[in-house]
Nanobody
Framework: QVQLVESGGGLVQAGGSLSLSCVAS????????MGWYRQAPGRQRELVGH????????NYADSVKGRFSISRDNAKNTVYLQMNSLKPEDTAVYYC?????????WGQGTQVTVSS
């Protein structure tokens, strides 16, 4: 089992920035993809982006490209999500995930609220 714990969510005004962290533990394997999803009220969970095991390649949803950035520190088993130029439509619960083959591990989620 892999345990993922997110932190850093909160309330921010539109145009502001917020940084999320996700620490992995348990049977975490560093040579795996990590990333972030989000789920807004009444909507399906959507992919925000992900990063490869080396941290050398990232992919993002069109809705966050140019505003969000994912990085990782493998020495700390941690993945980060830097969110800039936040919009009210970014309001959601943000979930960290770890992809191990066909299995996906999830964090408990952290709330991000962007006020207009």
């Amino acid at each position: 089992q892999v345990q993922l714990v997110e932190s850093g969510g909160g309330l921010v005004q539109a145009g502001g920035s917020l940084s999320l962290s996700c620490v992995a533990s348990g049977n975490f394997v560093r040579n795996t993809v990590m990333g972030w999803y989000r789920q807004a009220p009444g909507r399906q969970r959507e992919l925000v982006g992900h990063i490869n095991s080396a941290g050398s390649s990232t992919n993002y949803a069109d809705s966050v490209k140019g505003r969000f950035s994912i990085s990782r520190d493998n020495a700390k088993n941690t993945v980060y999500l830097q969110m800039n130029s936040l919009k009210p439509e970014d309001t959601a619960v943000y979930y960290c995930y770890n992809q191990v083959g066909s299995r996906t591990y999830w964090g408990q989620g952290t709330q991000v609220t962007v006020s207009s």
